[in-house]
């Protein structure tokens, strides 16, 4: 692929297996939760709340990290965030009970940031008018990663055990990080605040911005939603009437390929300035998957579409967000994206711990289904009246013309 002016074929390459490479480790546990939980004799609702560290720690880096990456030398600063979460994947590869998991999850959940510290990398190398094409790329690379993470990790645990699939993990992770050092050019930080104020001027943009407060918005349905369905996913599968093992949870989860397709096209399509068109069928998309999961239940075809459609329309909006506000302060990449994606992840642990540890254990599949749902329609309905708002103005406008 040619890589837009300012940044070469071969970084952008680069950026794209290292953000799948890293947020791998992310999702790594998902299709495993039964049988880690079974060998460590953990129930349900205590490997729910490993499974949510991952999501919290997430947020907590996205809000305290990711920052830094307008204020320090990126490359420096992606070295050091990569080294230690190398060592976090070790730390979840020789836990010994739940104490060590949970904060080795922790670990690894604030340090993988650095995929997102590299998307706004990218975004600031790339030219102006392919931005969104270049942001695509980066991020076709990360849902690849989360897709291959299910897959590989079900299928390295079926061969070698789960503990295999996170030193697996943690090799990757330190190799790409040599790699992005040795590859990246250094880039001038593009402000000198006291990291205090640097982090008060993300609230000052969210202030300031409201495009990028309904952005947060849309995003934090979309990824309450998707957290929703992935973290119960595999509890689903290792149980009746399914009874799946690791491998073929982990082979399941390449359904959500589409979802990567998705995300090039959502970024083509935001650079000839449809990103709203885009997010709002996006969001229609992801409520109508939650009909097909409900019949997943006990149907396995039902289900294979719904997981199929659920991650297309949520990468499909996610990369719509992300399109738009790269396009606000091209001074503030890494600020914008702390922002977006903090209030993101943030939902997602919310979508995550309401699931697991309370919905799932009640309710069922069905009131998983009903939660997901729910928050992709809360966005869906939130969209449709910004339409109608947008509608009436323009009549207005129309009449007094």
Not at 34 to 46: C, D, H, K, N, V
Not at 76 to 97: D, E, F, S, Y
Not at 294 to 304: F, T, Y
Not at 369 to 384: E, M, N, P, Q, R
Request: hydrophobic share 50%.
């Amino acid at each position: 692929m040619q890589g837009a002016p300012g940044i070469r074929r071969g970084e952008l390459a680069l950026m794209s297996v290292a953000t799948g490479t890293v947020i791998a480790n992310l999702y790594f546990a998902q299709p495993l939760e039964e049988t880690m939980a079974r060998e460590l004799r953990l129930s349900t609702g205590a490997m729910g709340v490993v499974l949510t560290l991952f999501q919290v720690g997430y947020a907590l880096g996205l809000a305290t990290l990711v920052p830094l990456g307008d204020l320090v030398e990126r490359r420096r600063l992606l070295a050091v965030l990569i080294t230690i979460c190398a060592a976090g994947m070790i730390g979840l590869a020789t836990a010994p009970g739940p104490a060590v998991l949970q904060a080795a999850a922790l670990v690894v959940g604030v340090t993988t940031v650095v995929v997102q510290i590299i998307v706004p990398f990218a975004a600031h190398l790339a030219a102006p008018p392919e931005r969104g094409r270049v942001v695509g790329t980066v991020m076709s690379g990360l849902l690849i990663g989360i897709l291959v993470s299910r897959t590989v990790g079900g299928l390295l645990a079926e061969v070698a055990g789960w503990r295999a699939v996170f030193a697996l993990g943690g090799a990757a992770t330190a190799l790409v990080g040599v790699l992005l050092y040795r590859a990246l050019p250094r880039v001038t930080p593009t402000t000198t605040l006291p990291y205090p104020k640097l982090l008060a001027s993300v609230l000052t943009l969210v202030r300031e911005e409201p495009g990028l407060r309904i952005r947060m918005f849309y995003g934090a349905t979309v990824s309450a939603s998707f957290s929703v369905l992935w973290t119960n996913l595999g509890f689903l599968l290792a149980r009746p009437p399914y009874s799946w093992n690791n491998a073929a949870i982990g082979a399941f989860a390449l359904l959500g390929v589409a979802g990567a397709g998705m995300a090039m096209v959502a970024g083509r399509l935001a650079d000839r300035g449809h990103a709203r068109a885009t997010t709002g069928g996006c969001l229609f998309v992801i409520v109508v998957s939650y009909l097909a999961l409900w019949a997943g239940g006990h149907d396995v075809v039902a289900l294979a579409i719904g997981v199929a459609v659920m991650d297309l329309g949520c990468q499909g909006a996610h990369l719509s967000n992300q399109s738009v506000i790269y396009r606000l302060r091209p001074d503030a990449h890494s600020r914008v994206n702390t922002a977006y994606i903090t209030s993101y992840f943030v939902a997602g642990a919310v979508g995550s711990g309401l699931s697991a540890v309370l919905v799932h254990p009640r309710f069922g599949w069905e009131g998983v289904c009903i939660l997901g749902g729910a928050f992709s329609l809360l966005g869906l309905l939130v969209w449709g009246a910004g339409l109608r708002r947008r509608g009436s103005r323009g009549r207005c406008r129309g009449r007094t013309g």
